[in-house]
Structure formats: C-alpha cells, structure tokens
C-alpha cells in the first residue's frame, strides 16, 4: 500500500475540485479594508445575482427574524452587519464548494444535515454563553466537519476502516479517535489545513482544527469549546435523544471554558431540531 | 468485575465469534455480523448494527440462556405481496433458516419452549431512495412468531435510524441505540453483501438448509 499522504497533501491535492466563490473573496477583501464601506460591501454582493437573491432569501428567514422587511441588499448588509456578512457569505458558499467532492460513505445530505443542526446548536450555546458572535459561532459549526469530505474523498478505504472500526467498538470508539487509529490524523487535522489555505477567518479555523480537542484551541478556547458542544448536541437533535451518553462523549471541561451547563442541552436541541428544515432550504443541498 | 479472567466459556459452534471485554458496561460481549448468530448460557452481551436487517433476541428466562440472530430476507424475482413464514418462497427460507437455527440451539441445550422470551429490533429503512425492504423483514418475523405461537415481549423496529442493538440473554436487558446517518452507508453496504452472498447461493433443497 502507499504511504497515506498528510492532511496538508490532502488539501493540496483538491485545490482544483473546491473552490470558494469569488463573491465571498470579494467580500472577505473588504470586510478586511479599513476604507471600505458598507456600500461597498453591498455592491459587491450584487454582482452576483443569485447570491444577492439567496442573501435577500436568508436575510428574511427565520434565523434572522426580519421576516420579510429587507428588500434591498444594501439594507440586508445593514442589518446583518458588515463583519458577519462575511461568515454569512462563507455559510452560503460552503455547501456548493463541495458538491464538486462527492464519496460513496455519506450522502451530501445527511452530511450537511449533521452540520447544520450544529451551526443551530452552536448558534444558540453562543447566544447563552454571551460575548460569543452567534454568526460566527453559526458557520465555524457549518463547517466544523469539512475535512470528512476531504477524507472521504481522498482516502475512502482508510475512512471506510475507521467506520468500521466504531461499530466493530459498538460504537464506544469515537471517529475521530479510530481515524487516528487508522491514518495517524484526523478529520480535524484535514479541516484545520483547508482553513489555512482558504485563509478562513481564525476563529473558524480554531473551532474546524480543534473542536475534538479543545485544550488544544490558541486564541479562541471559548468558541472551539461551544462548537465542540454543538456536535455533541447536533448528534443528539439527529437521533432524538437528550441523553449525553448515547453520543460521542462530552468534554467536561468544555462547559467551564464555556461558563454553560447541562441545562442548556434541552432547549439547545429542540432550537436545533426547530429549525433544521428552513436551514436545510437556506444551507443545505437539494435532497 | 473486570476483563482479566477471561470471557466466559463458548458453546461448541461459535468459536468463531469474535468476542471482548467493554469497559462501559464491564462485560464481554460477541459481536455479530449479518447472517451469524450467537447464543450463550453465560453472563455476558451480544451485539450487532443493523439497517434494514433484523436481530431477534430469544431467551429462556427460567434458565438465562438465550441468544441473538441478524438477518434479512433476500430479494426474488417474484416478489409476493405478503411476507408470510409459511410461504414456501425461496425468499423466507433464509428468515426461518436464522430464526428456527437461534431456537433450535436454545433448545439443544436446555432451553424450553413455554419459556421463551422474544425480543425483536431492525428494520429501518436507512437510506433515502431505497426500497423499503426493513417493512417486508418486519412483516416476516412478526409473521414467523405468531405461526410458531411467541409473543414478542419488547421491540424496536421501522424508522430510519440505524441501530446498535446490545442483548444480555442472562437478564433479558437490551440497549439499543441510534446510530447517527454517517454510518447509514456502510451498514447498508454491509448488509448488501450479506444478501448478495446469500442469493448467490445455489438454490438447494430444504433439507441442506435445516
């Protein structure tokens, strides 16, 4: 067998299969730009018409509760807010990037499902644990698990061993822990090296490369703790369980980073469990 | 209780099954795959996943020996509406193949019938776009119970979850568990394999069957 490449390698080798749109670019270039303004932020997003009309669609949903007042992207910039419009923007990107990236272990739908019930779990924890940015929060969960499509892709017999591995376990393996079991790195690891060469906001990246070890977080501990508890929450809103112990087990440590407790479980899940099917029309992919 | 001694003595014809210690619930356990079964008069578990498939867990609850089976009716030519046990299909013969072998077992070795205890799980229907075949296994255990005069005790069966599904036949005591839809596609292709080996088998009299 060859040698199994590194995560590095691994994104190098995809760098042509997935790409972000350049309206996002654009807009990451001017959120960045001390001298741009919010104008200039809305004009970019209307050069392209389908994400200025999917932008018009997400600004009045639900999620951002102005349900059906924003006509305009240049007041939809205004309400979002010209920093967030940026994870904005990279959560409506993120699902098409990948479309260019099937595998033959998870359907894009279950796999953008999954997800997104961790953007809403992380959305919400954020919200409870305050001096948290929710939209962040929201798209650092949409894309906490972008590596297993790298992985799946790249290097389906090794994942297909790892699956393996956890029902062989009875499911007491966790899967990224028989990833490492079986390629020395994990999906984490990959996720961490595309948000370096997508040049992905820190905050993101942390939260993509560290949410299965949080002690490992540099700058942003607090926020790769809220999406590490997002993931175990999103599992339980997929399985309809509110028992911790019927997932992938919880750092303890991650509720005191966080300052929440287990109370927020139950209302953090059913706000998930709530609001999946809009975010699934909004985020996700076509079933 | 810990792992050191050993896991427990095995029944003559199940050498083959693997067989560890798990921390979690501080006992052995023999996990199974589509197609096998397992039974023990002994204190420990028996596990498998299942998609679409079906594991019936029968127990003598005088004496706690009892055992786990896993498998799914396979697809035919002509398919019949209903899945009845007493069908001569060549379909069914692989349900009352599993189901008559984990019984026929218990019984060898003491297992008495006015005692048995009948739990059944699987069945779901775990990927979009696929035919409901869980529905039809579903119909052909409650079908196979009611003809040989069981009652099923506990179940859980339909849905679109798949399961892991964890028996004690020493207590009677089943876990079951969700499983999240990353592990939908494998478990499928896994039983797709099983039905695959089974159907490429040559169609052979009853009697090499039983």
Same mark, same amino acid.
């Given at each position: 067998?060859?040698?199994?490449?590194?995560?590095?390698?691994?994104?190098?080798?995809?760098?042509?299969?997935?790409?972000?749109?350049?309206?996002?670019?654009?807009?990451?270039?001017?959120?960045?730009?001390?001298?741009?303004?919010?104008?200039?932020?809305?004009?970019?997003?209307?050069?392209?018409?389908?994400?200025?009309?999917?932008?018009?669609?997400?600004?009045?949903?639900?999620?951002?509760?102005?349900?059906?007042?924003?006509?305009?992207?240049?007041?939809?910039?205004?309400?979002?807010?010209?920093?967030?419009?940026?994870?904005?923007?990279?959560?409506?990107?993120?699902?098409?990037?990948?479309?260019?990236?099937?595998?033959?272990?998870?359907?894009?739908?279950?796999?953008?499902?999954?997800?997104?019930?961790?953007?809403?779990?992380?959305?919400?924890?954020?919200?409870?644990?305050?001096?948290?940015?929710?939209?962040?929060?929201?798209?650092?969960?949409?894309?906490?698990?972008?590596?297993?499509?790298?992985?799946?892709?790249?290097?389906?017999?090794?994942?297909?061993?790892?699956?393996?591995?956890?029902?062989?376990?009875?499911?007491?393996?966790?899967?990224?822990?028989?990833?490492?079991?079986?390629?020395?790195?994990?999906?984490?690891?990959?996720?961490?090296?595309?948000?370096?060469?997508?040049?992905?906001?820190?905050?993101?990246?942390?939260?993509?490369?560290?949410?299965?070890?949080?002690?490992?977080?540099?700058?942003?501990?607090?926020?790769?703790?809220?999406?590490?508890?997002?993931?175990?929450?999103?599992?339980?809103?997929?399985?309809?369980?509110?028992?911790?112990?019927?997932?992938?087990?919880?750092?303890?440590?991650?509720?005191?980073?966080?300052?929440?407790?287990?109370?927020?479980?139950?209302?953090?899940?059913?706000?998930?469990?709530?609001?999946?099917?809009?975010?699934?029309?909004?985020?996700?992919?076509?079933? | 209780? +810990?792992?050191? @001694?050993?896991?427990?003595?095995? =029944? $003559? &014809?199940?050498?083959?099954?693997? %067989?560890?210690?798990?921390? +979690?619930?501080? @006992?052995?356990?023999?996990?199974? =795959? $589509? &197609?096998?079964?397992?039974v023990? %008069?002994?204190?420990?578990?028996?596990?498998?996943?299942?998609?679409?498939?079906?594991?019936a867990c029968i127990r003598d609850r005088a004496t706690g020996i009892g055992g786990?089976?896993?498998?799914?009716?396979?697809?035919?030519?002509?398919?019949?509406?209903?899945?009845?046990?007493?069908?001569?299909?060549?379909?069914?013969?692989?349900?009352?193949?599993?189901m008559?072998?984990l019984i026929n077992t218990i019984m060898?070795?003491g297992g008495r019938r006015e005692n048995l205890e009948v739990k059944?799980?699987?069945?779901?229907?775990?990927?979009?776009?696929?035919?409901?075949?869980?529905?039809?296994?579903?119909?052909?255990?409650?079908?196979?119970l009611?003809?040989e005069g069981l009652k099923v005790a506990?179940?859980?069966?339909?849905?679109?979850?798949?399961?892991?599904?964890?028996?004690?036949p020493?207590?009677g005591?089943?876990?079951?568990?969700?499983?999240?839809?990353?592990?939908?596609?494998?478990?499928?292709?896994?039983?797709?394999?099983?039905?695959?080996?089974?159907?490429?088998?040559?169609?052979?009299?009853?009697?090499?069957?039983?």
């Open positions: 067998m060859p040698p199994i490449p590194t995560p590095a390698a691994l994104v190098q080798d995809i760098r042509g299969l997935v790409t972000l749109p350049d309206v996002y670019l654009r807009i990451t270039a001017l959120v960045d730009d001390p001298d741009s303004s919010a104008a200039d932020i809305a004009r970019a997003a209307s050069q392209d018409p389908s994400f200025a009309a999917r932008l018009l669609q997400v600004a009045n949903s639900a999620l951002y509760g102005f349900s059906g007042q924003i006509a305009t992207v240049p007041r939809a910039v205004t309400v979002i807010g010209t920093s967030q419009i940026r994870h904005l923007a990279l959560a409506m990107s993120v699902a098409s990037s990948f479309a260019g990236l099937p595998n033959e272990l998870v359907s894009m739908r279950n796999f953008w499902r999954h997800s997104l019930f961790c953007a809403l779990a992380a959305r919400h924890l954020a919200r409870e644990a305050r001096r948290a940015d929710p939209d962040a929060l929201f798209t650092a969960g949409l894309l906490h698990d972008i590596g297993e499509l790298i992985l799946f892709n790249r290097l389906p017999a090794e994942a297909a061993e790892a699956l393996t591995r956890v029902l062989d376990s009875g499911d007491e393996l966790p899967v990224h822990e028989a990833e490492r079991q079986v390629l020395g790195f994990d999906h984490a690891d990959v996720g961490g090296e595309l948000a370096r060469l997508w040049k992905l906001p820190p905050l993101i990246a942390e939260c993509i490369a560290h949410h299965h070890d949080i002690a490992a977080a540099g700058a942003h501990p607090r926020e790769t703790a809220l999406v590490h508890l997002a993931n175990g929450l999103a599992l339980m809103a997929e399985i309809g369980s509110l028992d911790p112990g019927d997932v992938s087990p919880l750092d303890p440590r991650a509720w005191e980073v966080t300052g929440l407790d287990e109370d927020c479980i139950g209302p953090a899940v059913a706000e998930a469990q709530g609001g999946i099917e809009a975010a699934e029309q909004l985020f996700g992919v076509a079933p | 209780m +810990s792992g050191a @001694a050993g896991p427990p003595p095995v =029944l $003559p &014809g199940f050498e083959h099954v693997k %067989r560890g210690w798990h921390n +979690s619930y501080g @006992a052995y356990a023999a996990r199974i =795959l $589509p &197609g096998e079964y397992y023990t %008069r002994h204190e420990e578990g028996i596990y498998t996943t299942l998609g679409s498939c079906i594991s786990m089976n896993h498998f799914m009716l396979p697809q035919t030519a002509n398919e019949p509406q209903d899945w009845k046990a007493t069908g001569l299909g060549a379909a069914t013969r692989y349900g009352n193949f599993a008559e072998h060898k070795h059944v799980f699987g069945g779901g229907r775990i990927l979009e776009n696929m035919t409901d075949v869980g529905r039809r296994n579903i119909a052909f255990v409650r079908d196979y009611k003809a506990a179940e859980d069966v339909g849905e679109i979850y798949p399961r892991i599904v964890l028996y004690f020493n207590t005591k089943v876990k079951v568990k969700r499983l999240r839809s990353l592990h939908a596609n494998l478990i499928a292709s896994q039983e797709r394999k099983y039905v695959e080996s089974i159907a490429a088998q040559p169609v052979a009299g009853e009697i090499e069957l039983f």
